[in-house]
């Protein structure tokens, strides 16, 4: 049963019963709803003016003396049967004084008509040990009384008070007891339900229902229980569940007690805050895959064969946990003998990051095909077409790099992006430094113009901030420093060895906790000049992070 909207208290009484008293209650001027009894309070109810305790005492000891008398010669010599019966029932349903006066008028009933007073005797001592025994029996019951008429008012007072609907139902389904939270509820007052099949149950609900009833008279505890049940204008209305069974004091199964819980407006926000929260993930997943097509349009597209040199390159994406990073880097060969590599930063992620990107990637080229000998006027033209399409507070790195690959004659301009290495064949390691500001709408200063040369051997190895900003947390970066220590002790010489170097340092100094991406692009000048070679290096993966598939992977 869903238990329905059936909550009540746990008492084993049957439909007939029920509706008996939801009519009463029905009937009682002003009331507005039947409330739930436990055993005795209709007794109570009866007798429960002040005259009618006092005159129920009276008219118990009568009864018990009217019954002695008449069935005297049957019950002796237990003469006292019916005055002990008289003196229970009265301490019990009018307390200690009805009680009281009931002993008395029994103690003066017998004496006067039953046993005529004498002499003080042992008999009569007996009398008074009777007596003082009616008197502590009346103070007992009373007492008693006196507690359970307490537990059930505050019993009553809980489920009055309930803000959540309280029913109890018979095995045939039928209400036993409806509180007021029910009624408000539902629609249905006290009176109309009891004695009702569940009326909040529609006809396409009910075969649910009975499953519920079913698992609950079986001895099932059910917690939460979500269903869908109508209101009295047959509006919808959605309540969480919770039903027991009830038993009686042989242990066996006579109904189900029920609490309902509405919880339509919090399911139907429930409901908006699941679709809003597909409805971003689709969007993210969309920006997702738009922001990745960028990106590898930002990576060497194919095969580059560049004679008499050996170029490797790899990308690192961040944590699995973290968005389409702003890391780029491209390898252009400009015809003439001269090759461009460029690397950059762009502050941020995900799709505007990569556009950004994109953008100035595209405008390092553009300008690169006119003017391939000054990467410092490069730098310059693509701070100008950033500021026409840039945003707020968007900043760029960006290292440009042209080589002559006959000559090894290296020239550079860096904007903000760190300093990349060049590793000379004996191990020695050389920091090209050449700094001007990074790409953002308040730089004007212009780039310097750094110059070296490759020897043969000689490895140039440009990388992105991931690398030197690895660190533990409360740890200090990996830093320029080490990652010069870490070159010049790699004993491959060859670029994707320095890489594989690399990646090992910054993951032990990390503990693997890498939260950036990182890219490398490194080139190394080959003594035979007609041999050329190109890899991509495949990066060391933090669980759940995947490699980024680009043209240089699938070649």
């Not at 509405?262 to 920006?287: N, P």
């Not at 410092?376 to 945003?391: C, D, K």
């Not at 860096?414 to 300093?419: L, R, T, V, Y």
């Amino acid at each position: 049963m869903s238990y329905d909207e059936t909550m009540a208290l746990p008492l084993p009484m049957g439909p007939a019963s029920a509706h008996n008293r939801g009519a009463a209650s029905a009937e009682q001027q002003g009331e507005e709803h039947s409330e739930p009894t436990l055993p005795g309070a209709e007794t109570r109810a009866r007798v429960g003016h002040p005259l009618l305790r006092w005159l129920a005492a009276v008219a118990l000891a009568a009864a018990a003396l009217g019954l002695t008398l008449l069935l005297l010669p049957a019950i002796e010599p237990a003469i006292f049967i019916f005055f002990f019966a008289a003196v229970a029932c009265s301490a019990w349903y009018g307390g200690f004084g009805p009680g009281l006066v009931t002993t008395v008028l029994s103690a003066w009933s017998v004496h006067q008509f039953i046993q005529p007073p004498g002499l003080l005797s042992e008999h009569h001592v007996d009398d008074l040990i009777r007596l003082a025994l009616f008197l502590g029996v009346a103070a007992l019951l009373s007492s008693l009384s006196s507690r359970v008429r307490r537990t059930a008012d505050s019993y009553h007072a809980l489920v009055r008070a309930s803000p959540l609907a309280i029913v109890t139902l018979s095995p045939q389904g039928c209400v036993t007891a409806w509180n007021g939270a029910a009624e408000r509820l539902f629609g249905w007052r006290a009176s109309e339900a009891v004695g009702q099949r569940m009326p909040t149950v529609p006809p396409a609900k009910d075969a649910e229902f009975r499953g519920l009833m079913d698992r609950v008279l079986a001895g099932e505890v059910i917690s939460g229980a979500e269903v869908t049940r109508q209101r009295r204008d047959g509006s919808p209305i959605e309540v969480s569940v919770w039903a027991a069974p009830l038993h009686d004091a042989q242990g066996r199964v006579t109904g189900v007690l029920s609490v309902l819980d509405d919880i339509t407006e919090r399911k139907r926000a429930r409901e908006a805050v699941e679709a809003a929260r597909r409805q971003a993930e689709e969007a993210y997943a969309r920006e997702h895959r738009i922001a990745a097509r960028f990106q590898s349009a930002l990576q060497p597209v194919g095969r580059i064969c560049v004679p008499g040199y050996a170029i490797a390159h790899t990308y690192r994406p961040a944590l699995v946990e973290a968005d389409v990073g702003g890391d780029f880097y491209n390898i252009f060969d400009l015809g003439d003998r001269f090759v461009a590599l460029v690397i950059g930063d762009v502050g941020g992620k995900g799709l505007d990051a990569a556009v950004v990107a994109f953008r100035v990637q595209q405008s390092a080229l553009a300008l690169l095909g006119t003017r391939p000998l000054e990467p410092e006027t490069v730098l310059a033209g693509v701070r100008q077409t950033f500021l026409s399409f840039a945003e707020g507070e968007s900043l760029v790195t960006l290292l440009l790099v042209v080589l002559d690959r006959e000559t090894g004659r290296v020239c550079y301009a860096n904007a903000g992006h760190e300093p990349p290495l060049l590793r000379h064949a004996d191990a020695g390691v050389e920091l090209l430094e050449a700094h001007g500001p990074a790409i953002h709408s308040l730089s004007t200063a212009p780039y310097p113009i750094g110059e070296s040369k490759l020897a043969p051997g000689d490895v140039l190895l440009l990388y992105t901030d991931g690398l030197p900003d690895a660190r533990p947390h409360g740890r200090d970066t990996l830093g320029t420093d080490r990652l010069t220590e870490v070159v010049a002790a790699c004993a491959d010489p060859e670029p994707e060895g320095l890489m594989a170097s690399l990646y090992q340092a910054a993951g032990a100094h990390s503990g693997g906790d890498l939260r950036d991406d990182i890219a490398m692009v490194g080139i190394r000048r080959l003594v035979d000049a007609e041999e050329c070679r190109y890899v991509f290096v495949p990066p060391p993966l933090a669980a759940g992070a995947h490699a980024p598939e680009t043209d240089a992977t699938r070649s």
